[in-house]
């Protein structure tokens, strides 16, 4: 059974760091992707970033763009989200999520993609 569990989540104030990371306990196949979705408070889920197996395809989403870096780590089933210069509207439950695909430099994730119970990043002004 696959699981998956995120950590790194805390409070903080404007202009902090933070690293989530994300560790997957079994892989959902050979060459998974990887994806950081968000949920702001009382929003839908939204996609952060992205990253494939290789690790030389990346995708993030505009708002995270210069401030946020996704990485992996194969070898331990892990992915990190570091967050840098975090702005108020960050605030939201960070999700992981391996699986979906790249299609050129844009990824998407499917119905078919495993989800981990999140954790709560916030950020005060």
């Known amino acids: 059974q696959v699981r998956v569990v995120e950590s790194g989540g805390g409070s903080v104030q404007a202009g902090d760091s933070l690293r989530l990371s994300c560790v997957v306990t079994r892989r959902p196949s050979n060459r998974y992707a990887m994806g950081w979705f968000r949920q702001p408070p009382n929003k839908e889920r939204e996609f952060v970033a992205a990253i494939d197996w290789s690790g030389n395809t990346i995708d993030y989403a505009d708002p995270v763009k210069g401030r946020f870096t996704i990485s992996r780590d194969n070898a331990k089933d892990t992915v990190y989200l570091q967050m840098i210069s975090l702005k108020p509207e960050d605030t939201a439950v960070y999700y992981c999520?391996?699986?979906?695909?790249?299609?050129?430099?844009?990824?998407?994730?499917?119905?078919?993609?495993?989800w981990g119970q999140g954790t709560q990043v916030t950020v005060s002004s």
């Open positions: 999520s391996p699986g979906g695909a790249f299609s050129g430099t844009k990824y998407s994730a499917s119905r078919y993609n495993y």
